[in-house]
């Protein structure tokens, strides 16, 4: 089982008991900070019949076929992007935030 932990740079108040715990019992924990889309990390969707989705990263990439369940601290999209037009930012942002929202809600675990 690997279980996505959803939060954001700078939230640890109880991510570390968690992945602690789920590690306990043979789970694999991975965290995804949501304030680094999209710029440090991007998300890749595939739709149709082998439709997939990615999370990739500098460190690597995430497999969201593999996750089995999700725990959600926090969305922050967009929180770390360079400086810009008002309606621009507020257009990625927007766009940002429905693309995880309809992952997470798509991904059909717990």
């Known amino acids: 089982m690997t279980v996505l932990i959803v939060a954001y740079n700078g939230y640890e108040a109880d991510i570390t008991e968690?992945?602690?715990?789920?590690?306990a019992r043979g789970a694999r924990a991975t965290r995804f900070?949501?304030?680094a889309l999209p710029t440090a990390m991007r998300l890749s969707l595939g739709y149709g019949g082998e439709g997939?989705?990615?999370?990739i990263a500098g460190s690597g990439a995430i497999?969201?076929?593999t996750i089995s369940?999700?725990?959600l601290r926090g969305l922050q999209s967009g929180r770390a992007l360079?400086?810009?037009?008002?309606e621009q930012r507020r257009v990625c942002v927007e766009a940002t935030q429905v693309s995880l929202t309809g992952?997470?809600?798509a991904r059909?675990?717990?």
């Not at 968690?18 to 590690?23: D, G, M, Q």
């Not at 997939?52 to 999370?55: H, I, V, Y």
Request: net charge negative.
């Open 33 to 35: 900070d949501t304030d």
């Open 82 to 86: 360079p400086e810009m037009d008002a």
């Open 18 to 23: 968690v992945t602690e715990a789920l590690e």
């Open 52 to 55: 997939g989705a990615t999370l």
């Open 103 to 105: 992952l997470l809600a």
């Open 108 to 110: 059909g675990g717990f």
């Open 69 to 71: 369940a999700v725990w």
């Open 63 to 65: 497999d969201l076929t």
